[in-house]
């Protein structure tokens, strides 16, 4: 089985194992307990992210290998399969750019739960397997809620970046493994769009 390096703000450690466990069972490695991982259940599993967790660049990694013995165990031929990755900055490997940017680099802000809970539950936000980084699409909204005033951010006093009008026909997230249905994404910013410029 694999061993992750515990880190700050990693996926829950207990999530995790518990996957791993099934996984490996699943695959024929080790004792099942409960029924078995299917390729769709693997791919609309999310993990929750702890104050201490396990590194997310070397769970997504594992994550994908497991998908792909899944896919051949069932049979299934993978069209949307890339390399693992997340792994390369676990071995030193450099990391090329990603393709998407979100405009100018701008102060990350620390979003507590509760708030992050908020967005995901008003703009019915799902986690797919390959979507927008959901850290970047969350820094972004709230930073569409600071400009509408939102009370939310007085309650938490969260005072975002400005945001201006040009940023929302901009806006661009990165593609990472288990991020927010890029649709929904879209048809958020297309509304806030028409609420904040009429267009």
Known sequence: ????????????????????????????????????????????TSFSVALRGYDRFEVDGA?????????????????DDEPDGGLSLVLGEPEPEPEHRTGPELQRL?????????????????????GYDRHQVEQ?????????????????????EPLEDRELDEAAFDIVLRGYD????????ADYRRRLTGR
Request: aromatic fraction near 8%; charge should be positive; avoid cysteine.
């Open 1 to 44: 089985m694999p061993k992750f390096s515990m880190v700050l703000g990693g996926y829950d450690p207990r999530q995790v194992d518990e996957m791993v466990a099934k996984l490996e069972g699943t695959l024929g490695r080790a004792p099942l307990q409960g029924p078995p991982v299917t390729l769709k259940l693997l791919e609309w």
């Open 140 to 160: 972004f909204v709230v930073r569409i809620w600071g400009r509408l005033g939102r009370y939310s951010l007085r309650a938490y006093r969260i005072e975002p």
């Open 63 to 79: 994550m994908r290998r497991y998908r792909r013995e899944l896919a051949a165990l069932e049979g299934v031929e993978l069209t």
């Open 110 to 130: 620390h979003l507590p739960l509760e708030l992050r809970e908020e967005i995901r539950r008003e703009h019915g936000l799902a986690v797919r397997w390959r």
């Open 182 to 189: 890029m649709a929904a994404v879209h048809r958020m910013l």
